[in-house]
């Protein structure tokens, strides 16, 4: 299934793409929670969320590798509820990013905190307040046409930031 997604949800002179929809999506680690508490509006066992731009789907079971981690999500999907159709005006609490297994590209993320921790005083040298914490390097996928971005060029991901393709990519 091929889904049109705007570039920019404020301005939509800034055109659309198309993401490929298949059997097997990524979604954010963040967006799912086996027990979750009452104010989380994200996916959970036998709750609805919105895909953007696309479907609404419901989890039905949670799978766990040998660590207990979870592995994978087996979810059902209303097919009626296709953002912009009839039956997309069915009110659920979250929408969620997504990837397709199949075609999202591997990345490497660098996020960046403070430098120093918020100590502060005359008998704390600076080098004692150095965040070890200020640069965490995280892998993840992105949608194939990120991948072929040139050297410089900024993106902003929802509820994640800004990132740029750095000169050693």
């Given at each position: 299934d091929?889904?049109?997604?705007?570039?920019?949800?404020?301005?939509p002179?800034?055109?659309?793409?198309?993401?490929?929809?298949?059997?097997?999506?990524?979604?954010?680690?963040?967006?799912?929670?086996?027990?979750?508490?009452?104010?989380?509006?994200?996916?959970?066992?036998?709750?609805?969320?919105?895909?953007?731009?696309a479907y609404i789907i419901r989890c039905e079971e949670?799978?766990?590798?040998?660590?207990?981690?979870?592995?994978?999500?087996?979810?059902?999907?209303?097919?009626?509820?296709?953002?912009?159709?009839?039956?997309?005006n069915r009110k659920v609490k979250g929408t969620l990013h997504w990837l397709s297994a199949l075609e999202c590209a591997p990345a490497q993320f660098r996020l960046y905190d403070y430098l120093l921790d918020d100590r502060d005083g005359?008998?704390?040298?600076?080098?004692?307040?150095?965040?070890?914490?200020?640069?965490?390097?995280?892998?993840g996928y992105i949608e194939p046409a990120l991948a072929q971005a040139q050297v410089g060029e900024s993106f902003q991901f929802v509820r994640m930031g800004y990132f740029r393709k750095d000169e050693d990519s």
């Open positions: 091929e889904i049109a997604m705007e570039n920019h949800p404020d301005h002179e800034m055109g659309t793409r198309t993401l490929h929809m298949g059997n097997v999506l990524y979604i954010d680690r963040e967006d799912f929670m086996e027990d979750p508490p009452k104010k989380f509006f994200r996916l959970a066992p036998g709750r609805e969320v919105r895909l953007k731009g949670v799978v766990h590798d040998e660590s207990g981690e979870v592995a994978e999500l087996i979810c059902s999907v209303d097919m009626d509820s296709r953002s912009g159709s009839e039956g997309a005359e008998d704390i040298d600076f080098s004692e307040r150095l965040n070890e914490n200020s640069l965490v390097i995280a892998n």
